[in-house]
């Protein structure tokens, strides 16, 4: 088959590829200013709502809708490529095979405990370092679920500093700053445990052709090699 004129997106490898396979329920990926960390979300969500269709729903949250306007932006060179429709009133992206991505703001637990009682299988949370408690970012997980059996995940990023650092660095074990990825398990406020995956970005290498990459073609073409997108 005749390769695509030009791939919309394909994850760089390092941190960017260890993201799209890492099937944790909660992900830390985080580090160094810049870094690829929007490239890198956008990217793994785009391929799983090709693997599972309009029973995706995706939600990034952020302090302010105003500060996610980046990632819109970033958003619209990756998801118009491949078909998706964006409602700029819902600040909501229908995806070419019926899955949704959304934009939101999450300040306080009061604004998490709007979406309950939804299904969302991905959440977002960029700049977590933001939060001065992890309590708003806690209170989404009850709305992680899916009734088609897919695999949830929530993703927090963020940069060093912010009023948060301290719950993070203790939380993902961040003292010292690990070099490569690393999985640890934490107990939840209800006595359950899940798996957690840290993903330093210290440093990005650019992507190499034929090493397995997951790559997003335009106008809706899509080639993944391996099947570790969760």
Aim: with cysteine; hydrophobic share 35%.
């Amino acid at each position: 088959m005749r390769e695509p004129d030009h791939w919309a997106w394909a994850p760089q490898a390092g941190p960017q590829y260890a993201l799209v396979e890492c099937p944790a329920k909660e992900v830390f990926f985080g580090g160094t200013r810049g870094g690829g960390k929007t490239d890198g979300v956008l990217g793994k969500w785009a391929l799983k709502e090709k693997r599972y269709g309009s029973a995706f729903n995706a939600i990034m949250f952020r302090k302010t809708t105003v500060s996610a306007e980046d990632a819109i932006e970033r958003s619209r060179e990756i998801y118009g490529p491949l078909g998706g429709i964006f409602n700029h009133s819902k600040l909501r992206w229908r995806m070419p095979n019926g899955g949704r991505v959304g934009f939101a703001y999450l300040e306080s637990v009061k604004d998490a405990d709007q979406y309950q009682g939804r299904n969302v299988t991905d959440i977002w949370v960029e700049e977590a370092g933001l939060y001065e408690t992890p309590d708003p970012i806690d209170r989404l997980f009850g709305v992680l679920r899916s009734a088609q059996d897919v695999p949830v995940q929530m993703i927090l990023t963020g940069n060093p500093g912010g009023a948060g650092q301290h719950w993070i660095c203790r939380r993902y074990g961040l003292v010292p700053f690990p070099r490569f990825p690393k999985f640890l398990t934490r107990k939840l406020l209800n006595g359950e445990t899940h798996q957690v995956c840290v993903v330093p970005i210290t440093h990005l290498r650019q992507p190499v052709p034929g090493k397995g990459l997951h790559q997003l073609a335009a106008h809706g073409r899509q080639r993944t090699v391996g099947e570790g997108v969760a």
